[in-house]
């Protein structure tokens, strides 16, 4: 057995980091999974998105203390990440009933939602204030959770999606957290125009991983999308995603006078909100309608927003996380039904590999995803 | 004739300062109206309530130049406020179809809206790009309008409202603004919850002028009504005018964990939005719920929020402008059937009286509105 292969179940192995300055280099590393609960099932990975959340967490930017995995009470004191898992169920608890062994499944954001809260029941499990996430999340016992650059993951039936057969797993993959961030604002934002009959206008800010997904929901959903970006750089790639408009707000033009009262819905997927030209944006807005934040920026930043603004059109400004299940599983429906695909580079999985999806979203060089493919033959899995 | 007395239709008097320094001494001044349109209907002042705007305009807050009226193109040089008036329609435009002399109407802070945009056709005029202000607006011929602490007000029909016969004058003259522009944000951001039958949690931050009637009204409209302050110092009042609780933020309690996923909306009528607990506040809200700001602050102040803090519930922070015509209508209706009334002190016109209600206005002297009233005798008019 190569050093690479994993001995399940007794180990997971997957690329971890131990100090935040290692952001870019995770190491194969092996660890003891969570302990099993009843309604967890393990899934074997197949491939796995690669998201800027990972980014955030494996340079502590969204925290203000210490890598959480550091405290955690057992299992590893390192932090894989990942949380746009494909795979197979190879186990399942004993009071699992959504899942079978062989299945192919999926894992978003979170591994964990209570579905017993208020939140829960009403389709909003992804505020389940007892949600676990997928990596750097804390399970009641103390152990803190690891991601899907690994061989396996355990998770909470709960938060497992099942995937259909018609979408590839490299393609699907990004639609777990990415595709389901913009998808969840993009349908809540526009469900009451769309029950109108009216064809709703939607603005996507920000040309990059979620806003190219952002552009092609939209557009299956039954939305006039505009791209709206700071230069003209992508306005060539946003019309074959299928934008039918293209705003570049860094140029001189009168942009937000060509297009007041435009919009039912803006959503923000830049990761800056404080670079944004945000009263200028909000002009655009149709009366009552929102502009909502999916592109998650330093824990420091602010909105910084004139009350005076917000009355041209009685709009308001939010942020939006992650989607509900059941919207996961409606926008695989989506995808599969207008046949979008989201724009994705593969990078076979190993350390050389990790890093280099890693530097390369962190430097902006990424059209328009990565996902890490090859688990199987670098886990030595895949065999039953 | 007395000097107090109008000599109508050649001129209107009111109440008006040229400077802002002068904001508590408005003084007792003849002006010319503006040319009457087809549309237009005169008005003769009965009453008219003190809104917290008049000060923002009269101080020249709202502005960074200087005052309005100092460049109207005709007309006063002076700038007369008040844009909550009770009174006798004692001209029609020639194609005035909806009033008729002698009827009692009302008008608030807005003197037309253009009826034919967008905006106005779905039942957002107050949103109406063209619409101007009651006073210190711009008519397209360059007139600077002028308001209602005075003997006659001219505006537009689309802006005037119909007073049904059951309310009293000075008890209906602060629910065209103040009234409406609460009453708009909290029907609106209620209806969907009560369209479920399900009874909505909505917190009225901000015990004052606004917030007192937001208590009556959200209370009519059939909600659970939480009165937010910094202190205890209003809660019996609060309780009197029908909250349903009491939060105040300022004490030690861990109020936004025990109220934690409560609201489904939020009312903030404070003035000052900079010296909110946002953070906090926000934690209160429901999933995908709106904070809604209608007290005005400083043009200079901004709204400042982590877009973290929103990611708790996926909520969304802005401001309401007023609200409809039609939603002033159905207003006067609800407080007919419920028979809420605000809190008024009456102070006869004067010179004096307009002193004393803006000063005493300023200094927060005032529980919980103001009306001017006996316009009929001062200005010598209501004998037709």
Sequence with gaps: MSTTTVNYPEEFKGFAISDPSEWSNPKLTSYVPKTLSPKDVDIEIECCGVCASELAVLKNKWSTGPLRCLSSSYGPKTQCVGHE?????VKLGEEVTEFKLGQRVGL?????ACNECSRCKEGNDQYCTKAVGTYSGVYPDGYVSQGG?????R???SAVFPIPDALESHLVAPLQCGGLTVYSP????????????????VGVIGIGGLGHMAIMI????GAEVIAISRSTSKKEDAIKMGADGFIA????????????????????????????PLDRLLKTLKVNRKFISVGLPDIREKFEVSPFTFLQSGSTIGSSLLGSKAEAIELFELA??????????????????????????????????FTLTGFNEFFGTGKQ
């Design 149 to 153: 650059y690994a061989s396996h993951v």
């Design 336 to 369: 599969a039904k207008h046949q979008f695909k989201p724009w994705v580079e593969t990078i076979p999985i190993s350390e050389a590999g990790v890093s280099e999806a890693l530097t390369r979203l962190s430097d902006g060089d990424v059209r328009y995803r």
């Design 186 to 201: 993009l349908k809540r934002g526009i469900e009451d125009v769309l029950s109108k009959g009216i064809k709703p206008a």
């Design 85 to 89: 898992i494909v795979g197979k169920v």
């Design 155 to 157: 998770a909470n039936e």
């Design 218 to 221: 939209a557009k299956a959903l």
């Design 108 to 112: 978003g954001a979170h591994a964990y």
């Design 249 to 276: 707000t860094g140029s001189a033009e009168q942009w937000e006078e060509e297009n007041a009262d435009k919009f039912h819905l803006l959503l923000n997927c830049a990761s800056s909100a404080t670079e944004l």
